[in-house]
C-alpha cells in the first residue's frame, strides 16, 4: 500500500514563476512532513520540514504547507530558478519503537525550470 | 564536515553472487537507516539500527538480506544469492538521535545491477 503519492510524476515551470509540488498521505498519524530534493547519482538533501501540529514552513523561497484535514503536503518555491530542477520526494513519518523515524518516500515529482 | 559516505557506489553481480554494501555514517550519529529504491519507484525502508542494534529486521525483503552496525559507526547490508529484482540504489541515512525527531542525512548510495 502506498501511504504517500505524489500524483504528478513531472512538473515543468518558467524561471521566475512558482513551482508547486503537491503530496497527499493516508495514515492521520504522522507526526513530521519532509521534502527532499534529489540530483542524479546524488543521495536525497533535506530541504524543509513541517510538524504535524503547524500548517506553514517558510525558509527562504521554500514554504511547506499542511493540511491535515485533507492529508495534503504542498511545497511551493517562489521564485522558481534553474538550479531548482531536480526530483522532490515528499516523506512522511512518526515515531516507532522498531523503526525511529524511517521514513516513508512518495514516488517523486521531477520538477524542471527552464530559462 | 565529513557526510555519510557509502561504499561501492556503483556494484554489478552476476546472479546468486552475494554482495556487501558498506555506509559510513556522521560521527556521532546514534540512528541509521538503510532504504533502497528501484527503477521508477520512490525509496523503500529496509532496516533501522538504534546504536548498534537493529529492533526489527522484518522490513528487509528477504531472509537472503542481513544487516550488521558495530561500534555505533559502519554499517554493512549483505545480500546473499543475489537475485535481479534486488537490482537498485541502496541509501544509507544518519541522525543524531533515536529519541527525537531530527533531519536524516543521506549518503550517495550504492548502485547494484544484477545482471
Known amino acids: 500500500d502506498q501511504q504517500v503519492k505524489q500524483n504528478s510524476p513531472s512538473l515543468s515551470v518558467q524561471e521566475g514563476r512558482i513551482s508547486i509540488l503537491n503530496c497527499d498521505y493516508t495514515n492521520s498519524m504522522f507526526d513530521y512532513f519532509l521534502w527532499y530534493k534529489k540530483y542524479p547519482a546524488e543521495g536525497p538533501t533535506f530541504l524543509i520540514s513541517i510538524s504535524s501540529i503547524k500548517d506553514k514552513n517558510e525558509d527562504g523561497r521554500f514554504t511547506v504547507f499542511l493540511n491535515k484535514s485533507a492529508k495534503h503536503l504542498s511545497l511551493h518555491i517562489v521564485p522558481s530558478q534553474p538550479g531548482d530542477s531536480a526530483v522532490y520526494f515528499c516523506a512522511v513519518t512518526l515515531l516507532n519503537s522498531n523503526s525511529g523515524y524511517a521514513l516513508n518516500f512518495g514516488k517523486g515529482t521531477s520538477l524542471l525550470v527552464t530559462p | 564536515g565529513a557526510g555519510v559516505s557509502q561504499s561501492p557506489s556503483n556494484k554489478v553481480t552476476e546472479k546468486g553472487k552475494d554482495v556487501e554494501l558498506r555506509c559510513d555514517p556522521i560521527s556521532g550519529h546514534t540512528a541509521l537507516y538503510w532504504y533502497r529504491q528501484r527503477l521508477g519507484q520512490g525509496l523503500e525502508f529496509l532496516i533501522y539500527f538504534q546504536g548498534n542494534s537493529a529492533p526489527d529486521k522484518s522490513g528487509l525483503p528477504s531472509d537472503r538480506f542481513s544487516a550488521e552496525r558495530t561500534g555505533e559507526s559502519v554499517s554493512t547490508l549483505t545480500i546473499q544469492r543475489t537475485q535481479q529484482e534486488d537490482s537498485a540504489v541502496y541509501l544509507c541515512?544518519?541522525?543524531?538521535?533515536?529519541?527525537?525527531?531530527?533531519?536524516?542525512?543521506f549518503g550517495p548510495g550504492t548502485r547494484l545491477t544484477v545482471l
Open positions: 541515512a544518519s541522525s543524531p538521535s533515536t529519541s527525537s525527531y531530527n533531519e536524516q542525512f
